[in-house]
């Protein structure tokens, strides 16, 4: 249980190109959901939380206008990279939560490589 | 020239041996831990997750220990297998179920 499915799993486009990824929880729902960066040989840097129903909170630096995010059901949050530039090429990566009392882990998707030329 | 970035720490561990990987964390209020394991070209995979009432927990072939004093954590592999090779995560929750990642750890099971 618990799978989270991120379409596609590998973008090539050219500069100026608006990018949309999906990442979908297939077998639980998930009011929360959380897109993550992370470059070469890093770790992964948490960009914003996605929450159903409702805008999405942005941590510090990450511009809003240029990924938005969409969480419009309980099994689906969207990534559009806007107007992308090569420095926003990078591994894209969307967890989920199930739902419940106390602590839960966070179960991620298995990613979506940008390279923008 | 050179490149600029980080480099992860390795830990080369014969097959079959005991692997022990270490994290320090950050927040003193942080109240629960996650170590995850990434392949190369996947997401990261949950493997065992600590309270932080707890000082140890044990799954199949793991155990991850939890020092509060000096905020470290630990995760053990027994009888490292090839299939252990990747880069290895603790993670731990702040506010708002927010994971806040470590630097990683690159391990490399030797045959």
């Known amino acids: 249980g618990a799978v989270v499915s991120q379409h596609p799993s590998w973008v090539i486009c050219k500069s100026g190109t608006s990018v949309k990824i999906e990442c979908r929880s297939l077998?639980?729902?998930?009011?929360?959901m959380f897109w993550y960066r992370q470059f070469p040989k890093q770790s992964l840097m948490l960009m914003a939380t996605?929450?159903?129903?409702?805008?999405?909170?942005?941590e510090q630096g990450v511009e809003k206008d240029k990924f938005l995010i969409n969480h419009a059901s309980l099994t689906l949050s969207t990534l559009t990279v806007t107007s992308a530039h090569p420095e926003d090429s990078s591994f894209y990566i969307c967890?989920?939560?199930?739902?419940?009392?106390?602590?839960?882990?966070?179960?991620f998707g298995d990613g979506t490589r940008l390279s923008i030329l | 020239g050179e490149s600029v970035g980080l480099h992860l720490p390795t830990l080369s561990v014969q097959e079959g041996d005991n692997s022990i990987i270490n994290c320090a964390y950050s927040?003193?209020?942080?109240?629960?831990f996650i170590w995850y394991k990434q392949e190369s070209g996947k997401g990261p995979q949950f493997i065992i997750d600590?309270?932080?009432?707890?000082d140890k927990r044990q799954g199949q072939r793991v155990t991850v220990l939890l020092n509060k004093t000096v905020k470290h954590l630990s995760l053990q592999i027994a009888a490292t297998q090839p299939g252990d090779s990747a880069v290895y995560f603790c993670?731990?929750?702040?506010?708002?179920?927010?994971?806040?990642f470590g630097a990683g750890t690159i391990l490399r099971v030797k045959s």
């Open positions: 993670a731990e929750n702040i506010s708002g179920n927010k994971l806040v």
């Open positions: 996605s929450n159903e129903g409702s805008k999405a909170t942005y």
């Open positions: 600590i309270r932080s009432n707890m």
């Open positions: 077998d639980f729902q998930a009011t929360t």
């Open positions: 967890s989920a939560r199930v739902e419940g009392t106390g602590n839960q882990p966070q179960h």
């Open positions: 927040n003193s209020a942080s109240d629960y």
